[in-house]
């Protein structure tokens, strides 16, 4: 599982976006990271672990509460 997921175009054609979960201390998802653009001007595979990043360490300060 790559934790993060891809949307080329399914929901609105020339946008696409990339997201990743949020999880708390239960491992429950509680909310997402997540950025969209035009799909000529977003390189979602150079953006996808930066999103991932983001939301594992929102998961991590959720975790500690």
Avoid: F, K, N, Q
Avoid at 18 to 38: E, K, N
Avoid at 55 to 65: D, F, H
Wanted: proline share 3%.
């Amino acid at each position: 599982e790559r934790g993060y997921g891809i949307d080329r175009e399914e929901s609105e054609t020339g946008v696409v976006a990339v997201a990743a979960p949020v999880h708390d201390h239960r491992r429950r998802v509680i909310a997402a990271v997540s950025i969209a653009g035009s799909a000529h001007r977003l390189d979602l595979e150079r953006l996808a672990p930066a999103v991932r990043t983001a939301a594992l360490a929102l998961s991590r300060e959720m975790a500690s509460r």
